[in-house]
T-cell receptor, first 116, second 113 residues
Framework: KAGVTQTPRYLIKTRGQQVTLSCSPI?????VSWYQQTPGQGLQFLFE???????NKGNFPGRFSGRQFSNSRSEMNVSTLELGDSALYLC???????????????FGPGTRLTVL | KNQVEQSPQSLIILEGKNCTLQ??????????LRWYKQDTGRGPVSLTI?????NTKSNGRYTATLDADTKQSSLHITASQLSDSASYIC????????????FGSGTRLQVQP
C-alpha cells in the first residue's frame, strides 16, 4: 500500500509570492490534515479536510487555505508569502470516520518551503 | 493555556541502554495522548496512543505510560538501537477534534555505538 505522498519536496519562493502544495493520501483515507513545523514553534495544526469539507481549522491567518478533491487529494495554498512562512509543511491522512481525531494519522515526508 | 512540555530537550545514550522521555501537559479537557517518532527529514510516525482510561501501551521496545491525575506521560525505550536516533514528540488532544491538538517541542535522542 502506497504511503502519503507530497509534492514538491522542496520549494524556494520569494516574499509576496504564493505557493501551492499537494498531498495524496493513502488509498481509502478520507481525512487529510496539514501541519507546519518550524524549529522555533514546533508542529502546529493548520487544518483538516474530510470528504471535501474543512472539518477543523487551527490558528493561522487567512493567507493559508486549502481544499480537498473528490479523490481525497488535497492542496494547501499560501498567498503573499512572508519570511516566517519558511517551514516544513506536513500532511497526514487517516480514514477520518472519527471526528474526534483519535484515528491514527500517517504522515507524508513533507514539503520544505524556503521563503527568501 | 494548553501546554505540553517535554524533557529533556536532548539526550545522548549508548547503544543497548534504556532511556525514559517525559511529557507533562496542562491540556483540558483531555481526550488522548500520542507519542510520535520523527526521523530527520521525514514525517512523524505514530508509536502509541492512550486515552484517559489507559495507563500503559507498548509497541515493541517502546512503552508509554500515562498518569491522567498528574497529567504526566513517559516513553520508555528498552535496549536502544542506532535506529532509535530521532526526535520524539508528545501530542495531547482535547475533546474537540484535531484543532485541539497541542504539540510538545520534542526530545532529540541520539544513540551512539
Amino acid at each position: 500500500k502506497a504511503g502519503v505522498t507530497q509534492t514538491p519536496r522542496y520549494l524556494i519562493k520569494t516574499r509576496g509570492q504564493q505557493v501551492t502544495l499537494s498531498c495524496s493520501p493513502i488509498s481509502g483515507h478520507r481525512s487529510v490534515s496539514w501541519y507546519q513545523q518550524t524549529p522555533g514553534q514546533g508542529l502546529q495544526f493548520l487544518f483538516e479536510y474530510f470528504s471535501e469539507t474543512q472539518r477543523n481549522k487551527g490558528n493561522f491567518p487567512g493567507r493559508f487555505s486549502g481544499r480537498q478533491f473528490s479523490n481525497s487529494r488535497s492542496e494547501m495554498n499560501v498567498s503573499t508569502l512572508e519570511l516566517g512562512d519558511s517551514a516544513l509543511y506536513l500532511c497526514a491522512s487517516s480514514w477520518g470516520g472519527d471526528a474526534q481525531g483519535t484515528d491514527t494519522q500517517y504522515f507524508g515526508p513533507g514539503t520544505r518551503l524556503t521563503v527568501l | 493555556k494548553n501546554q505540553v512540555e517535554q524533557s529533556p530537550q536532548s539526550l545522548i545514550i549508548l547503544e543497548g541502554k534504556n532511556c525514559t522521555l517525559q511529557c507533562n501537559y496542562t491540556v483540558s479537557p483531555f481526550s488522548n495522548l500520542r507519542w510520535y517518532k520523527q526521523d530527520t527529514g521525514r514525517g512523524p510516525v505514530s508509536l502509541t496512543i492512550m486515552t484517559f482510561s489507559e495507563n500503559t501501551k507498548s509497541n515493541g521496545r517502546y512503552t508509554a505510560t500515562l498518569d491522567a491525575d498528574t497529567k504526566q506521560s513517559s516513553l520508555h525505550i528498552t535496549a536502544s538501537q542506532l535506529s532509535d536516533s530521532a526526535s520524539y514528540i508528545c501530542v495531547v488532544s482535547g475533546d474537540t477534534g484535531r484543532r485541539a491538538l497541542t504539540f510538545g517541542s520534542g526530545t532529540r535522542l541520539q544513540v551512539q555505538p
